[in-house]
């Protein structure tokens, strides 16, 4: 493929011809904008609410029935199957087994998916060429046919779980991968279709799959399944409070055809999103140190030269393929890097001024320590059971003693709990340092240089609370 057929805009165009030879339609006005790390779509022209900018027909959108009728047509003219065995002895597998039953309808999607980017000669490569990209991964198969910029999810990166610091959704991710790998070693064909590579169809059908019920007046869906995922409308980013809103029109009881429609009125330049009905991605990145919230903003990645943690920050909006959203953080920056007390001043005081510019809570669970966050809201439930909690600028629960010993021998705690979250670190900071010299996409520079910047930092704070309890020690 020649790069300028690679480009954003030539598979664009060629997606629209897609929707068209189908029976549907795409606006004028409707233009994709590429980022380094994104792909999303825009209006480029003013829309009124209610207008509409998408239609595409139902026997466009890939489900359980396209999934099966594309499958069964590649085994009939004899080419080489992703599974092992027929398809109808995957089915038998998945119904058999209680592990892999629930997950069968998003198993034949992701599998219809790798089969549109594996073969020139699909319908549905021009759909798959503007997907993010897979991992690229010794035995990839699709690296070289997806042109998207890389797929952030948290089934690729099984690296970085070990650094999750919420324990019960880092257990959840390695028991699925557990399970993808089961079914992979059991059914999937590994001489056709690379492990990462399968993770990576199930990653994206899980994140772009669309639930039509719940566009759907009351009683009018039947009985067939309507969870399902729409080619160029999935490519509108995430938002819990969304620009744009699907109308699906119904025909004898089926539906026939989706419209995405302007939820309110648009401006020139306004970003198309859609609410996908499911959790997305914040919580991944949550546990990674950042404040999610309903940021429109797209994504990109901002920099510093010196990549001090006040500006080295990851700012994200809602994207296609990954759908999470993240507003501007700023990173723990403010403690000061000398403690001046004076005689007669309590430990408790030092670090009430300290934090007094900050909202911070020291995670019980992880390897990670610091984070900025905006309220008590039940987001922050994994950090319940801190051993010393540092909150909105009170020093609590154990720091606020009365008499030296009692907070000496609080600082000493929270030392302590600090030198066992940075033990836990799989890497430690000159290692890091290290890794930043070789050369990364945008967002796992970014990542790294975070977590360069966290381990940085909590050395600090070591550093301080061991100065304040030298100091404490000569009272």
């Keep these: 493929m020649e790069d300028g057929?690679?480009?954003?805009?030539?598979?664009?165009?060629?997606l629209r011809d897609w929707v068209l030879e189908r029976g549907g339609g795409v606006d004028g006005g409707v233009e994709l904008i590429e980022t380094p790390c994104s792909r999303t779509?825009?209006?480029?022209?003013?829309?009124?609410?209610?207008?509409?900018?998408?239609?595409?027909?139902?026997?466009?959108?890939?489900?359980?029935?396209?999934?099966?009728?594309?499958?069964?047509?590649?085994?009939?003219?004899?080419?080489?199957?992703?599974?092992?065995?027929?398809?109808?002895e995957f089915l038998?597998?998945?119904?058999?087994?209680?592990?892999?039953?629930?997950?069968?309808?998003?198993?034949?999607?992701?599998?219809?998916?790798?089969h549109g980017a594996i073969h020139?000669?699909?319908p549905l490569r021009r759909y798959t060429r503007l997907l993010p990209a897979p991992p690229r991964s010794e035995g990839s198969t699709l690296s070289g046919s997806v042109c998207g910029p890389l797929l952030i999810h948290p089934l690729l990166f099984e690296e970085e779980l070990k650094e999750l610091q919420s324990e019960d959704f880092r257990a959840s991710l390695l028991r699925e991968r557990e399970l993808l790998r089961f079914i992979y070693d059991n059914a999937i064909n590994s001489e056709v279709l690379g492990f990462e590579?399968?993770?990576?169809?199930?990653?994206?059908?899980?994140?772009?799959?669309?639930?039509?019920?719940?566009?759907?007046?009351?009683?009018?869906?039947?009985?067939?399944?309507?969870?399902?995922?729409?080619?160029?409308?999935?490519?509108?980013?995430?938002?819990?409070?969304?620009?744009?809103?699907?109308?699906?029109?119904?025909?004898?009881?089926?539906?026939?055809?989706?419209?995405?429609?302007?939820?309110?009125?648009?401006?020139?330049?306004?970003?198309?999103?859609?609410?996908?009905?499911?959790?997305?991605?914040?919580?991944?990145?949550?546990?990674?140190?950042?404040?999610?919230?309903?940021?429109?903003?797209?994504?990109?990645?901002f920099e510093d030269s010196t990549f001090r943690p006040l500006e080295s920050v990851l700012v994200s909006g809602e994207r296609g393929g990954s759908f999470f959203s993240l507003r501007r953080v700023l990173l723990l920056s403010s403690l000061p890097s000398v403690v001046q007390p004076s005689r007669g001043d309590s430990v408790k005081g030092i670090l009430d001024r300290a934090l007094a510019e900050k909202s911070l809570l020291l995670d019980a669970e992880g390897c990670g320590c610091l984070y900025e966050v905006g309220d008590e809201s039940p987001r922050s439930a994994?950090?319940?059971?801190?051993?010393?909690?540092?909150?909105?600028?009170?020093?609590t629960e154990g720091l606020s003693c009365d008499g030296a010993g009692e907070e000496e021998a609080a600082v000493s705690r929270v030392l302590d709990y600090?030198?066992?979250?940075?033990?836990?670190?799989?890497?430690?900071?000159?290692?890091?340092?290290?890794?930043?010299?070789?050369?990364?996409?945008?967002?796992?520079?970014?990542?790294?240089?975070?977590?360069?910047?966290?381990?940085?930092?909590?050395?600090?704070?070591?550093?301080?609370?061991?100065?304040?309890?030298?100091?404490?020690?000569?009272?």
């Excluded at 009124?48 to 085994?75: D, H, M, N, V």
């Excluded at 994994?382 to 020093?395: D, K």
């Excluded at 836990?424 to 340092?433: C, I, Q, S, V």
Aim: charged letters at 25%; hydrophobic letters at 40%; one cysteine or more.
């Design 5 to 14: 057929e690679r480009s954003g805009p030539a598979l664009f165009n060629a």
């Design 41 to 88: 779509l825009a209006a480029s022209r003013p829309y009124e609410k209610g207008e509409t900018l998408i239609e595409l027909p139902f026997s466009a959108a890939l489900g359980l029935r396209t999934a099966l009728q594309a499958l069964f047509a590649a085994e009939k003219e004899g080419e080489a199957g992703l599974v092992r065995g027929s398809l109808s």
């Design 92 to 114: 038998s597998f998945c119904e058999t087994s209680n592990r892999v039953r629930h997950s069968t309808i998003s198993l034949l999607v992701a599998l219809q998916i790798c």
């Design 120 to 122: 020139d000669e699909s």
């Design 197 to 301: 590579d399968f993770v990576w169809a199930i990653a994206i059908t899980r994140s772009r799959s669309l639930d039509l019920s719940l566009h759907l007046e009351r009683g009018s869906q039947g009985q067939e399944s309507f969870t399902c995922m729409l080619p160029i409308i999935d490519l509108c980013d995430h938002s819990g409070q969304a620009s744009c809103s699907l109308r699906c029109h119904v025909t004898g009881g089926s539906v026939d055809s989706i419209e995405l429609f302007a939820h309110r009125a648009l401006c020139t330049g306004d970003a198309l999103t859609i609410d996908y009905g499911h959790r997305g991605l914040r919580d991944f990145f949550r546990v990674y140190g950042f404040t999610p919230a309903e940021a429109e903003c797209r994504a990109e990645v």
């Design 382 to 395: 994994n950090f319940r059971g801190c051993p010393r909690v540092l909150v909105g600028g009170a020093v």
């Design 418 to 475: 600090l030198a066992g979250l940075s033990r836990r670190m799989p890497t430690t900071l000159d290692e890091d340092r290290e890794l930043l010299r070789s050369k990364l996409n945008p967002i796992m520079g970014a990542i790294l240089r975070y977590r360069v910047a966290r381990k940085a930092l909590l050395r600090d704070l070591m550093d301080d609370l061991q100065g304040a309890l030298q100091l404490l020690r000569c009272v």
